[in-house]
T-cell receptor, first 112, second 115 residues
């Protein structure tokens, strides 16, 4: 079974731009969670999607948004990028959202 | 807000030594997962523990979940240079709407094993 895939792996953007990251879960997994990882804050939960619906959300500003498609693939979008948004963005999939989560390799975002 | 305190933050040891990493909380978790992460990569699952008092072994790694499901430990016997990496504990809250898909992570332990 293929693992969780994320594209792109690396991104460089400038302040004020927006970015869209993509995540394809493990086949059969319907829950996708997104996390931001920084050296200072560690891994922090952004949001979770299941059956195209956001079921849970972390404490991030509205500039961070996401969606999920009918095939369970998910995207997250960050608008009006700030320098502090530079981080490794990780997505994880699970069967239904309350089981073990399996992580993708992440997208490294650098905001200049 | 649920928090997981992971200690120590850094461990630098010689090959062959034993070590223990701790993960503590005042909150109860329905399950706890341990991951290992290499630089620039995503966390890779090592184990999931779900029952209070549970002990799981994975070759030289032993994982324990506290009786009250508030704490966990990872013990590595005879560490090897290949064990070097970032070790993360992550807890899943008790079932409920606010817990869907949300793992609470410890700050991580950076382990370096010198040959």
């Amino acid at each position: 079974k293929a693992g969780v895939t994320q594209t792109p792996r690396y991104l460089i953007k400038t302040r004020g731009q927006q970015v869209t990251l993509s995540c394809s879960p493990i086949s059969g997994h319907r829950s996708v969670s997104w996390y931001q990882q920084t050296p200072g804050q560690g891994l922090q939960f952004l949001f979770e999607y299941f059956s195209e619906t956001q079921r849970n959300k972390g404490n991030f500003p509205g500039r961070f948004s996401g969606r999920q498609f009918s095939n369970s693939r998910s995207e997250m979008n960050v608008s009006t990028l700030e320098l502090g948004d530079s981080a490794l963005y990780l997505c994880a999939s699970s069967l239904g959202g309350q089981e073990t989560q399996y992580f993708g390799p992440g997208t490294r975002l650098l905001v200049l | 807000t649920q928090l997981l305190e992971q200690s120590p933050q850094f461990l630098s040891i010689q090959e062959g030594e034993n070590l223990t990493v701790y993960c503590n909380s005042s909150s109860v978790f329905s399950s706890l997962q341990w991951y290992r992460q290499e630089p620039g990569e995503g966390p890779v699952l090592l184990v999931t523990v779900v029952t209070g008092g549970e002990v799981k072994k994975l070759k030289r790694l032993t994982f324990q979940f506290g009786d009250a499901r508030k704490d966990s430990s990872l013990h590595i016997t005879a560490a090897q240079p290949g064990d070097t990496g970032l070790y993360l504990c992550a807890g899943e809250a008790n079932a409920g709407g606010t817990s869907y898909g949300k793992l609470t992570f410890g700050q991580g332990t950076i382990l370096t094993v010198h040959p």
